[in-house]
């Protein structure tokens, strides 16, 4: 439509409203089902979610990718946005799945002994 393609669901009443954007915590409210707290099960698309309750936004999403296109080694690719830095605007970023398992503040790793992870979520259009 001329105001964007209404993919995410953001409401849950009897007749739900549909927008382009969507906040993590919608998505995986209303967008998604859990898969678990394993990465073993991880499908390109499949969403990484992480709960910061210290943190202004608290909720988080990654999308595992696998394999990139862009990439010649890895199939554990990841990205996510960072939120706004410093003031901007934040950037997009990428990293493998083993790197963020070995990340420098375990509060980000995607291991099921991490309490701010969540879980991995699949988009209900999946």
Do not use: C
Not at 8 to 31: H, Q
Not at 43 to 64: A, C, E, I, N, T
């Amino acid at each position: 439509t001329a105001n964007g393609w209404p993919l995410f669901r953001i409401d849950d009443s009897n007749t739900p409203k549909y927008a382009e954007f969507a906040d993590a915590r919608t998505i995986i409210r209303l967008n998604s089902r859990s898969i678990g707290r394993h990465t073993s099960g991880l499908r390109p698309g499949d969403l990484l979610y992480f709960h910061q309750p210290s943190q202004q936004s608290p909720d988080h999403v990654m999308v595992f990718i696998g394999r990139s296109l862009f990439e010649n080694d890895g199939d554990d690719w990841v990205v996510y946005h960072t939120g706004p830095i410093d003031n901007g605007p934040g950037e997009v970023r990428k990293t493998r799945l083993s790197t963020l398992m070995q990340h420098p503040s375990p509060r980000w790793r995607p291991i099921t002994a991490n309490p701010r992870f969540v879980g991995v979520f699949r988009l209900n259009t999946l």
